[in-house]
């Protein structure tokens, strides 16, 4: 990791979110062309863009690692039931502890350790000071539930999606900054189900292909892909549990202010095949940038324009970008040399 | 970035389980086994020295789900084999070394299930023997109901009647032994699953009973590792490279894919798992596979070279 975790800034009240130019440069920009074209755009998640890119290591650490955590302890001390496993997950849920603490210690040696004799493991976060010894599938043995417990110490939001009756149940979940769904509304709903609201593309068979390529997803084999939405404001809990804390702010946005106010919020999904309990982990790591960061780079202040110019009306409403939508065309367009 | 790719493995025990079954331990060479869920299954290459054809079966892991330091396969000699379980029993021997897949899991326990009815049918107790770790680890409500021909088959029967005491019956048909399994199904409460591993007719048979019985299909779960089927030879031109290629009869289509270095992904070579599918460009398709929805197989484009075949002389694929 080239950028080192930095103090602990706020995604609510008075947003010091900020990202350093290396955070910018890193920022997984999520538009390939200038037409913005709907698409399930999986990849296998394989290193790429080398040192310090995003995509480095099967699960990116960077510079907000702190700023993070904080924000996960304050939404869980609230809204316990924002990480909720059901009984038959317990499996999966020591799966996505293997997983996670195996990757973070060979990735990141100098802030993570794990050492395994037999089931017995001692970790060690130097990031959170925190040094537990615990049997390995034995939840007594952690201060917490294993989920809640691993949760707690990796960026982004995790799903484990039950595999059976040839389809995946989202049974498990840590869900604190979500892009306006509910893990609580979600929880136990099939593929299609927890889907539902997504437009434009039940007709095409999207959703039938895709579950059948997510079905077949073999262990050792990780996919990923980009989703992206706009935020108004960094702040990572957009769930509906808080509609009434953020809803409101899409009116805020004006043409003096969306360059720092509007955010493209990107989400790298990682869908990985656990081992023992035959579950998926989905890994939904947020990246936030404002516009007026974003337009420092030529290329993306172009292509953002372009993307957003030619976004259909359905995904502008699905989105959310109703109300502001057009103010940000409008400040993206000075960028755009064919403007 | 944990991403696996083929595992070498050295075969460092041999065991005949039954008469017509032998047992094989698999170590990592070079690294630690991963562990897998029940029911999971590795596809074995073997063969494949110079002048050799390679042989590729796909073989449920029959050992301790959590247990990475050895898996265990047990391979029936097949009457009909078309090479992958004479050469297992005939050529593999202690010491020698074999590429084996990622485990890969088509038929995973349902652990929402009230209770768990498992019909084992010979050399399809190996699935199974992965899932009882796991259901005694859970404590969940279970029956293996185990037919064989202890002539042939039978492995393990002694261990698991001892081990698994009640929840375990034995039928052997050598001696006149038989199972009821319209009586096994009407016994069992509602939210109980039903798994099935062994021959198409013991299949077929528990499928149609629960049907009648009314038991949802979706509680009723079976492994189909029949494999390709021999057919008649064709030939099959590869639009994008314009090989050519001569399809045997006892040969599959992605065999002889393999054999010509085109590479296809797959996990089952059964048809199910539906990682190999090609695009057909031209010539009419026996579909042989459970995968690809009925649309997918009239519409003629689509096909599983696993299991599937010409249905005339000739296939052209737009690979």
Redesign the interface.
């Given at each position: 990791m080239r950028v080192a975790p930095k103090e602990i800034q706020s995604f609510r009240d008075d947003f010091t979110y900020s990202n350093s130019a290396e955070a910018i440069e890193r920022f997984p920009f999520p538009f390939a062309e200038d037409e913005y074209r709907y698409s399930v755009n999986m990849e296998?998640?394989?290193?790429k863009g080398g040192e310090g890119s995003a995509y480095e290591?099967?699960l990116d650490i960077d510079e907000h690692y702190l700023s993070e955590m904080a924000e996960r302890e304050l939404v869980l001390k609230e809204m316990p039931h924002r990480c909720l496993a059901m009984p038959?997950m317990d499996?999966a849920c020591w799966d996505m502890v293997e997983?996670i603490m195996?990757?973070l210690s060979e990735d990141y040696p100098d802030y993570f350790s794990l050492i395994r004799d037999g089931d017995h493991w001692s970790w060690e976060n130097k990031l959170l000071n925190i040094k537990d010894q615990f049997t390995f599938?034995d939840s007594s043995s952690l201060p917490m539930p294993p989920l809640d417990y691993i949760g707690r110490q990796m960026q982004g939001d995790f799903a484990l999606l039950?595999?059976?009756?040839g389809d995946l149940f989202l049974d498990a979940g840590i869900i604190t900054c979500p892009a306006d769904w509910s893990l609580a509304f979600d929880a136990g709903m099939s593929f299609k189900e927890w889907h539902g609201p997504v437009p434009m593309a039940h007709g095409e068979g999207i959703f039938e292909r895709a579950l059948?390529y997510l079905i077949?997803i073999?262990?050792?084999?990780?996919v990923r892909r980009l989703n992206w939405t706009l935020t108004v404001n960094a702040r990572m809990d957009t769930s509906p549990e808080k509609y009434h804390e953020w809803g409101h702010e899409r009116t805020s946005v004006t043409p003096e202010n969306v360059g720092e106010k509007v955010y493209l919020r990107v989400e790298l999904q990682v869908l990985?095949r656990?081992?023992?309990?035959?579950a998926m982990m989905f890994s939904i790591r947020t990246y936030l940038l404002s516009l007026e960061d974003l337009v420092t780079n030529k290329e993306w202040a172009v292509r953002m324009h372009r993307a957003m110019k030619t976004l259909p009306e359905p995904l502008i409403n699905y989105k959310g970008l109703t109300r502001f939508h057009g103010t940000v065309v409008d400040y993206l367009a000075q960028f755009d040399p064919v403007n | 970035?944990?991403?696996?790719?083929q595992i070498p493995v050295r075969v460092t025990a041999v065991k005949q389980v039954a008469p017509m079954i032998k047992e094989f331990t698999l170590e990592a060479i070079d690294a630690e086994l991963?562990?897998?869920?029940p029911?999971?299954h590795v596809v074995v290459t073997m063969g494949g020295a110079e002048n050799e054809p390679a042989y590729r079966n796909a073989y449920s892991l029959m050992s301790n789900?959590?247990d990475k330091s050895q898996y265990r396969i047990a391979v029936r000699l097949q009457e009909d084999s078309r090479g992958g379980s004479l050469y297992m029993h005939q050529q593999i021997a202690v010491g020698d070394q074999l590429m084996i897949?990622?485990?890969?899991?088509l038929f995973?326990p349902?652990?929402?299930a009230k209770k768990h009815v498992l019909f084992a049918g010979g050399v399809g107790i190996t699935p199974f023997l992965s899932y009882l770790p796991?259901l005694q680890q859970r404590e969940t409500e279970f029956e293996l109901h185990y037919m064989f021909r202890s002539k042939q088959t039978g492995a393990y029967s002694a261990e698991l009647a001892e081990t698994l005491d009640n929840h375990c019956s034995n039928y052997d048909a050598d001696q006149g032994s038989r199972c009821d399994i319209a009586a096994v199904l009407s016994e069992q409460p509602l939210g109980t699953h039903f798994y099935i591993c062994g021959p198409q007719s013991l299949i077929d048979s528990v499928r149609a009973i629960a049907d009648e019985m009314g038991i949802p299909a979706?509680a009723v779960h079976w492994e189909e590792f029949a494999g390709a089927k021999p057919g008649q030879p064709f030939v099959v031109e590869l639009s994008r490279s314009g090989v050519e290629l001569a399809v045997s009869s006892d040969s599959s289509l992605l065999e002889t894919l393999e054999g010509a270095d085109i590479a296809i992904p797959n996990?089952c070579r059964a048809g199910v798992?539906?990682?190999c599918v090609c695009k057909v460009a031209e010539g009419e398709v026996e579909h042989r596979d459970s995968y690809l929805s009925e649309p997918e197989k009239q519409s003629g484009q689509v096909m599983m070279p696993c299991v599937s075949r010409a249905a005339g002389e000739r296939l052209v694929l737009d690979i």
């Open positions: 296998p998640h394989l290193p290591h099967f038959h499996l997983r195996v990757s599938g039950d595999q059976r009756e059948k077949a073999p262990v050792g084999k990780p990985d656990m081992p023992r309990s035959n | 970035m944990s991403v696996i790719d991963v562990p897998f869920s029911g999971a789900p959590q897949s990622p485990p890969a899991n995973a349902d652990w929402m796991e979706s996990l798992c539906g990682q």
